[in-house]
């Protein structure tokens, strides 16, 4: 059975972490589409810290007897690598489009100085 | 007449890229010569603009892949009916242009690579390791591709239109030529090769060092297997 306390410590932790969420959203640091996947993060790790029959027959399921609280790191470890590898795709995304707007910054500056001679940089 | 652009990438290449310049210029001055340059720290950009070249100046630094690529777009837009490659250090010999453009511009093939290996004599021993990964790479170009290649680590290179119009929209950004040479035998291009000589370095110094072998090799076995398992649009009606 899982502690009481270790179910409280859970649910502040993710309801930080969902609050910190929604502020960085609020102040526009942090755009809508990054923080759904933080979102669900700290809404599924906030439910299984309170449902604490839930966390406890899951970790059944899961073959974890002798201490069903290690579920919430399993959830947690699994949600962080998929933010991880969703950063990923999202950095060779910003790659891709970097090299090809600075593909056409070099070629729009040579159409540039042919049409008018180029300014002089000092 | 057909139009001939020259790409050649070039990165901290002030000592080299004006003899390059000349060189191609001096072999046919009907060549539009492109060099790209990289974003140099040195005067790379100035010394190829007062050889004659058309230069496209990178704003910060993408990589050979990118930087080629840079040129393939120019010639594609601009209606460069032929493009080659040829290495910004001077290794690669313009009076050998015409043993590479040759095949692209009788119709008998759309990509002739210059390669060092067709003649078993040709002359060219790289060290040991180097070799080895070169052959290694060659036999899984031929595999995966169908088609025999003997040297796909070489950047000297000629096509035609349709090579152009393919470059120019799909070309691996760092170490391209082994997965390009895939690429475009894969999209259906006729790969042909000829022997060439290449010289060594004029100045600078190459890009692949020991340390980058690793990634390099890792890189490219990556990027083989996974190009093929993409399907590319095969080319036929682009050719005459």
Do not use: C
Request: net charge neutral.
């Amino acid at each position: 059975m899982t502690p009481i306390r270790a179910s409280i410590a859970g649910a502040i932790a993710s309801l930080i972490l969902i609050l910190v969420v929604v502020e960085l959203v609020r102040g526009r640091r942090l755009k809508e589409r990054y923080a759904l996947l933080w979102l669900a993060t700290g809404v599924v790790l906030l439910v299984l810290s309170v449902w604490r029959d839930g966390l406890n027959t899951i970790a059944s399921w899961l073959g974890v007897t002798s201490y069903p609280p290690a579920v919430l790191f399993a959830v947690a470890t699994l949600f962080i690598f998929l933010v991880l590898l969703h950063y990923s795709t999202v950095i060779s995304r910003l790659t891709d489009e970097n090299v090809d707007l600075a593909q056409r910054i070099a070629l729009l500056e040579e159409r540039l100085s042919r049409e008018r001679p180029p300014p002089r940089e000092s | 007449m057909t139009r001939v652009v020259a790409i050649v990438p070039a990165w901290n290449e002030a000592g080299a890229i004006g003899g390059v310049v000349d060189e191609i210029l001096a072999f046919d001055p009907a060549i539009t010569v492109v060099v790209v340059d990289d974003a140099s720290s040195d005067d790379t950009s100035d010394v190829a603009a007062h050889h004659g070249a058309t230069v496209l100046r990178l704003p910060f630094n993408v990589g050979i892949g990118g930087a080629v690529q840079t040129g393939f777009r120019y010639a594609r837009d601009e209606g460069y009916a032929i493009a080659v490659r040829l290495d910004g250090d001077g290794q690669h010999v313009a009076s050998e242009l015409e043993k590479l453009v040759g095949p692209v511009r009788t119709g008998s093939a759309d990509l002739v690579i210059g390669s060092r290996f067709v003649d078993p004599g040709g002359g060219y021993r790289p060290p040991f390791a180097r070799r080895m990964g070169i052959r290694v790479f060659a036999r899984l170009v031929s595999l995966l591709g169908g088609q025999k290649v003997t040297d796909t680590t070489s950047g000297f290179s000629a096509m035609n239109r349709a090579g152009i119009e393919l470059f120019a929209v799909e070309y691996p950004h760092d170490y391209p030529e082994v997965e390009a040479t895939l690429v475009a035998v894969r999209s259906g291009l006729r790969l042909s090769q000829v022997q060439v000589e290449m010289r060594e370095r004029q100045a600078g110094t190459s890009s692949i060092t020991f340390v980058r072998s690793l990634y390099y090799i890792v890189k490219v076995m990556l990027a083989l297997l996974v190009a093929s398992l993409r399907r590319y649009p095969r080319l036929e009606a682009a050719r005459r």
